[in-house]
């Protein structure tokens, strides 16, 4: 078996790339059915996800409150980066964080060998064992705060916009899977790594105001350390006209580079795993 868990051979990368849709759509499928035997998660999921966004819009009230703009961004603007940050939220939730927390679980209790020894590709069988469906309530949530932030403003949303929109938030989805691949690999080395959720919810509601207002060493941390600029903020500047090509392209150039270091450093650290055996 090769470090990173997949079959040796010249196997097709198209059949490859099926059996990964494959086995994440099964993985999808046996998650639903598990999550939906505790449907009192989604009343708890729903009651959060009220009370974060009544706390979000209460504070955005508060600021605008006492000022016109906020870093050249109106409130109807910022509106739309809150509804960006839930939705980005709501999809880390329903199956990033997961499926990183459990892969940190299993090497610390060794389990992780029950993925090693399956013919498919360690990694991505890692990152899709886990799906909770009920934080979908924010991927709602935050679709809804982002229309109505849409309707508000006066900046026409062209097709450009849209579909700079779209791939700059597929970066985002990416940059935060390999930010937290790349945490759950340190796992190999440092065990109790439990405070990584907590301390990435609190850096996370940073992306709840532009990258702009915050000092450069800060805004350089969460752009490229903690990518939550790419993530929140620049999706947010494509829906509302403020994008330049030169951000989205290296946005892209930095989730290359950064999806392949993850690679690398995954099978870097998969081999130090020891297992249970050990």
Not at 32 to 40: D, H
Not at 103 to 124: C, H, M, N, S, Y
């Amino acid at each position: 078996m090769s470090p990173g868990g997949s079959r040796s051979g010249a196997t097709p990368r198209w059949e490859v790339d099926l059996n990964a849709f494959r086995v994440s759509w099964l993985f999808f499928k046996l998650g639903v059915l598990n999550e939906l035997q505790y449907r009192v998660n989604f009343f708890v999921a729903l009651l959060q996800s009220a009370l974060a966004l009544a706390v979000g819009l209460a504070v955005l009230a508060l600021v605008y409150s006492q000022t016109d703009e906020l870093n050249g961004w109106t409130q109807s603007e910022l509106l739309c980066l809150l509804g960006v940050q839930i939705l980005m939220g709501g999809l880390i939730k329903t199956s990033i964080q997961p499926n990183m927390t459990r892969l940190i679980e299993d090497v610390r209790e060794g389990k992780l060998d029950f993925a090693l020894t399956k013919p498919e590709d360690a990694q991505v069988l890692v990152s899709v064992r886990e799906v909770r469906i009920w934080q979908v309530i924010d991927v709602a949530s935050g679709l809804i705060v982002l229309g109505v932030g849409l309707s508000r403003i006066t900046t026409e949303v062209g097709l450009a916009d849209t579909a700079a929109f779209g791939v700059a938030l597929l970066l985002g989805v990416v940059l935060i899977y390999c930010f937290w691949l790349v945490i759950a690999t340190v796992a190999f080395w440092v065990v109790n790594m439990w405070h990584a959720v907590e301390l990435f919810d609190g850096v996370f509601q940073t992306g709840r105001w532009p990258i702009g207002i915050y000092p450069g060493w800060l805004r350089y941390s969460v752009t490229f350390l903690v990518p939550i600029a790419f993530a929140v903020t620049v999706p947010a500047e494509a829906l509302t006209s403020r994008l330049d090509w030169e951000t989205l392209a290296l946005a892209i150039g930095f989730a290359v580079v950064f999806f392949t270091f993850t690679r690398w450093f995954w099978r870097f650290g998969l081999s130090r795993y020891s297992g249970a055996s050990a």
